[in-house]
């Protein structure tokens, strides 16, 4: 009679529902893409995410759907519904997570505040735009992005020649998103909670940093926020949670421009690297309330364990050996910081781990985190 | 190249170090008894753990042998030494957890304080001892005892008849341990991590309370304690700790007597139900403890991370069904109530998880964390 969650895919955000499953007695089960996966404690099934039948048996072992990363196509997000499985999020509102064009259309429709964009289907039409935007836009692919991949800052349209080509060769008459390049102060995170029964729960808006298009660190909660620009994170991220009907933990990227103003700029229905800090800094993680969430269970408490979070991110880790090699140094360094590790073999860039230091001072928070982050080999742990 | 923990025994404490293990990217890999145990998802072997050839198999496997209970034979222990493995705590060590007489012996040559006790092989000597004690003690089985089993408060030496039959008829010369009533105000717990180099961190000294001779709550820190109080409890558990050389944690459980003595109780040599409120409420859980210590690697801070923290045990559980079929009563009850369940069947005075609050105040985080254990159905969690 426990209660099973099947997440499709093994990756980290899998692993690290492992432990709230396991506090909680929630028997999860992965359906991974290999062996060796970084969830693969879980891992009750292997196979391909594309095969509607691998997929199909997965989903029959379980009470309900989730999942680890948002590339399930929607042919097979839609035939699990139809087959009477509970699938949270649905995939009516994943496509605004799997697809970028739709994405902008919908948040446009619903009044949320965007960057300019525009579809485009040629050069030419990319010529347009750019000349209305001081000649510099952001090119995007609409699917298939992720860590800052299928995302070109472009100021020339023959920059775009190789993904027209692209389009053109695949004969389905795709296009791509631009949009402005916006002058933003810093980038934020929103994440929310929403039950199928329609209870919703806010994490604190955060400071997230980006370094050659990937998560490096994130301060929880954003400093230096005002009341204004809390209320105005938290009511963007309710409506686009209550109007596109998402369950379980959606994370809003955010741009805070340079004139007080919040755009949106991603969406990501799942837990979020921006909302790792939340397994030390809240009362509950973003793992643990997407489990209840997707269960549709009440909801825990957001409230913060400490003044400051911070998360560093573990980018590449050692040259030789293992993440584990470092610990010797990397824990006698800094015994309160909590080291995460995915498991993965490192390489160059990869997300391999991530460490918390919690505090009364984000300096200090942040210090320690990137120290031992550093010492546990990441690439790019120094502060700018 | 990863970190291969092995724990020999299933049950929740094995458990409890998954998700710990899960953070630090360590290979966690269990011994359970049987099939379906509360550790079962790190289960690499099922099998008895007093067999030898099971017990070697499963060393082979991995870096470093811990354990879940006290109970495996100390030949057994002693085979995995002269073998080459790896044993943390050690025989030497583990056996004065394991003989209550043996600990007794050694804690009284090392001048810890302990109650007044006897080894005594029969009646009469058991007679002497009550007539030295105003005709009340209590008796105890050197071995086996654990959670009240083989602890007997007696008035008459009539009621050890039939223990001192079981010694007779076993033929091999043994003796039961009887030891003073002591008039104690209240029960704490002093538990203190160590490494085989030496590295010892200590938890803040807790109070637990007991009914029907199980833990029922832990209150922690130990509220009203005065620093000499503090001193001695931290001063007694390192002299234990380092004199026996005990290595992973070792729990210390004490009496406060009512003329402000602290005598030392009982021990054990592993994560033990007093410090499962450190999950939430220390930097470092006992857990994560546990798994750096037995590897040798430096360990962590063990601040609390509030003010006050609570842990409710779950006894019983409901009367049909499945604890998490209480879930969207008990958790819309205490949103900020972390619930812990072991996956085990309800069954009366089954311990089958846990509830942990924390708070600013020690009043409130106990009323919330006896509320969610009483609707997830425990007998005991109603206070005094």
Known sequence: MSLRVGVIGGGQLARMMVPAAVNLGIDLRVLAEAEGSPAQLAATAVGDYRDLATVLEFAKTVDVITFDHEHVPEEILRELVSAGHSVHPGPDALRFAQDKLAMRRRLSELGVPVPDWAEVRSEDELAAFLEDH??????????????????????????????????????????????????????????????????????????????????????????????????????????????????????????????????????????HNSGHWSIEGSVTSQFEQHLRAVLDLPLGDTATRAPWTVMVNVLGGPSAGDLTDAYPKALADQPNVKVHNYGKEPRPGRKIGHVTATGDELDEAAFEARSVAALLGSDISIAP
Chains 1, 2 share one sequence.
């Open 134 to 271: 001081d000649g510099h836009a952001v090119l995007k692919t609409a699917r298939g992005g992720y860590d800052g991949k299928g995302v070109r800052l472009i100021r020339d349209v023959g920059e775009s020649t190789d993904w027209f080509r692209i389009l053109d060769e695949d004969g389905r008459g795709g296009s791509l998103l631009v949009e402005e390049l916006v002058d933003f102060r810093r980038e934020l995170a929103q994440l929310v909670a929403r039950r199928p029964s329609g209870e919703t729960r806010l994490w604190p808006v955060v400071e997230t940093v980006q370094r050659h298009g990937v998560c490096s660190e994130v301060f929880a909660p954003a400093p230096g926020t005002t009341s204004r620009l809390v209320d105005l994170a938290a009511s963007i991220a309710v409506t686009i949670a209550e109007s596109l009907d998402v369950t379980g933990v959606l994370a809003v990227e955010l741009f805070e421009t340079t004139d007080d103003r919040l755009l949106v700029n991603e969406l990501a229905m799942r837990p």
